[in-house]
Structure formats: C-alpha cells, structure tokens
T-cell receptor, first 113, second 114 residues
C-alpha cells in the first residue's frame, strides 16, 4: 500500500527566508509525486509534480521540490518565503498502477512578516 | 487544465436526510474521483467514478452510503445518504487529465450536518 508522511504539522518561517516542507513516501515501484496547496475556504491547487527525469522540479509561485529516491523524500522548497505563501500544503503520491492519490496529513506553513 | 465546478458550495443539513453533490467539468475526462476532507484533516479517497461502469469504492466507504453516478464524461454526482454529524466534511471531486498525469480539484462542497 502506498503512503505519505508529512512529519511537521506546522512550519514557521520569516518572510524572505528560505522554506522547506518535508515529505517522505512509500510506494511500490517508481512513484508519481505531487504537491498541492490549500488556501482558506478554497479548493486544492496543484503546485508541482515529479513523474520522471530531473530530480529537481520547478512549479508554480516559485516553489520547487527535490526528488530523492534513496531517501524516499520529496521536500518542497522556496528560496524566499512570502507572507502570501501562508497556507496548508499537501504532499501526495500514486504508483503507476493506481490512478487515485494518497495524501499526506498536511503541513501548515506560516510566514511571518 | 480542466475547469471544475461543484454544486452546492456549502449546505447545512439535518440528520437523517440526504444530499446530492454535483461535479461538472468543462472538458471530457475519463477518470473522476471523489474525496472527503474532514475538519482539520487530510483528504481521503471515497471512490473512483468512471463513465459507463460502477464506481470503485475505497475501504470504509460503501455504495449504500455514498451512491455515485457518472452519466457522461463531463458530469458526476455523489450522494451522502442518511447523514449524521460525522459526515460533516468538505467533499471534493477531482479529474485526471492523462496528458498531465496530475489531478485537478473542484472548489469543494462544505457540508455541515446538525
């Protein structure tokens, strides 16, 4: 069975500082990995994905994520955080034989001015 | 990417009643999914709905409680039957566009059961 772990319920960072939101996964075979963001009272917005190829993937709003197969991780990063980045972030995984996503528990990112 | 709408956006319902949630997509898609997000929690897959076949339910979800229709490639409904306060959640539909390998989500339906 596939699973995703987001070990931090909340991450606090000062505006302008780099941010990292952690994600590790477990899946049989090669994974498809995703990050989504949820703003208050809004649906999920797709940020970025890893399917194959370069381990560093770039996405929307200046976010990027690094796929590390040996550590089974897919951490979300941004070089300089904005207050407007404050939201709930979900990591998700699916294996190549199953179309539905398995989500992590979510990490609330709080960027302080 | 597909544009997805859901109706209603929110509702407050009485215990024992049923609510049908609609999901409309602006393009034809093969795969549609229904998820539940309980208050303060992550998303859990309820079922996968493919046009022309019965929905496939995840463990812990049954057709009698969450009947799903998928009459064509742009529309689906999820009914939450015989509701209890434990059904208070956000219900989201999503679609997968195969050329992108990612899922796009509707805005969600926020359900409160009293």
């Amino acid at each position: 069975a596939q699973s995703v772990a987001q070990p931090e319920d909340q991450v606090n960072v000062a505006e302008g500082n780099p941010l990292t939101v952690k994600c590790t996964y477990s899946v049989s075979g090669n994974p498809y990995l995703f990050w989504y963001v949820q703003y208050p009272n809004r649906g999920l917005q797709f940020l970025l994905k890893y399917i194959t190829g370069d381990n560093l993937v770039k996405g929307s709003y200046g976010f990027e994520a690094e796929f590390n197969k040996s550590q089974t991780s897919f951490h979300l990063k941004k070089p300089s955080a904005l207050v407007s980045d404050s939201a709930l972030y979900f990591c998700a995984v699916r294996d190549r034989g199953r179309r539905a996503l398995t989500f992590g528990s979510g990490t609330r990112l709080q960027v302080q001015p | 990417s597909a544009v997805i709408s859901q109706k209603p956006s929110r509702d407050i319902c009485q215990r024992g009643t049923s609510l049908t949630i609609q999901c409309q997509v602006d393009s034809q898609v093969t795969m549609m999914f229904w998820y539940r997000q309980q208050p303060g929690q992550s998303l859990t897959l309820i079922a996968t709905a493919n046009q022309g076949s019965e929905a496939t339910y995840e463990s812990g979800f049954v057709i009698d409680k969450f009947p799903i229709s998928r009459p064509n490639l742009t529309f689906s409904t999820l009914t939450v039957s015989n509701m209890s306060p434990e059904d208070s959640s956000i219900y989201l539909c999503s679609v997968e566009e195969s050329q992108y390998n990612e899922q796009f989500f509707g805005p969600g339906t926020r359900l409160t059961v009293l």
